[in-house]
């Protein structure tokens, strides 16, 4: 059992690239997330999914895009990478909403656009 | 909307002692969940203790404790004998209970405290 697993560790884009960050989970957790920590800060979320299929903004969605095509998978997709997208991204999951209520962190991606 | 502050943004500790985490937040909600997690060099969050606001009894894990007032909107974490390996950044973090608005499926983090732990 791996948990959320997030690839890759690390990257660095120059501005106007695009990439994918990648998220997996292996607990069939229905909810998954996308969180930025920038320096000094905590975590804001970016966007969630309740389920395969659908998805939600959450504060800070302007220039990514996710989808979510099975329960395992909830890619990020950054499109015209810029220097403000600079940042720490982190993915979690949680069983559903009304359960536990504790989301299960991956590693992180630190990605730096110059 | 909801607000959780830190205001200790760094605190040192020897090891052994015992050190206190402040967290402040505010809601207009009553119930909701409160969450500390740590955060290593390593960047990983790990959870370290949750409390359920409809529960007065403080929440503990082993050598992690919670003084949790709700009237005062208050929720410190309390680390007794403090180790080298507690050393890291710890957020604070609110959950609503029930879905208003997708409210309930994000984390509302506070700016984290940076703990040192002194051998």
């Known amino acids: 059992n791996a948990g959320v697993t997030q690839t890759p560790k690390f990257r660095i884009l120059k501005i106007g690239q695009s990439m994918t960050l990648q998220c997996t989970q292996d607990?069939?957790?229905?909810?998954m997330y996308w969180y930025r920590q920038d320096p000094g800060m905590g975590l804001k979320l970016i966007y969630y999914?309740?389920?395969?299929?659908?998805?939600d903004k959450g504060e800070v969605p302007n220039g990514y895009n996710v989808s979510r095509s099975t329960t395992e998978d909830f890619p990020l997709r950054l499109e015209l990478a810029a220097p403000s997208q600079t940042s720490v991204y982190f993915c979690?999951?949680?069983?559903?909403?009304?359960?536990?209520?504790?989301?299960?962190f991956g590693p992180g991606t630190r990605l730096t656009v110059l | 909307a909801q607000t959780v502050t830190q205001s200790q943004p760094e605190m040192s500790v020897q090891e052994a002692e015992t050190v206190t985490l402040s967290c402040t937040y505010d809601?207009?909600?009553?119930?909701?969940?409160l969450f500390w997690y740590k955060q290593p060099p390593s960047r990983q969050m790990i959870l370290v203790i949750r409390?359920?606001?409809?529960?007065?009894q403080n929440a503990t894990e082993n050598r992690f404790s919670v003084n949790f007032q709700k009237a005062a909107k208050s929720f410190s974490l309390k680390i007794s004998d403090s180790q080298l390996g507690d050393a890291a950044m710890y957020f604070c973090?609110?959950?609503?209970?029930?879905?208003?608005?997708?409210?309930?499926?994000?984390?509302?983090f506070g700016k984290g405290t940076l703990l040192t732990v002194n051998p």
């Open positions: 973090a609110y959950r609503s209970r029930f879905n208003s608005g997708g409210s309930n499926y994000k984390l509302t």
């Open positions: 607990m069939n957790h229905n909810y």
């Open positions: 409390q359920e606001a409809y529960k007065q």
């Open positions: 979690a999951s949680t069983k559903d909403r009304g359960g536990t209520d504790t989301q299960y």
């Open positions: 809601t207009s909600e009553s119930d909701y969940y």
């Open positions: 999914s309740v389920g395969a299929g659908i998805t």
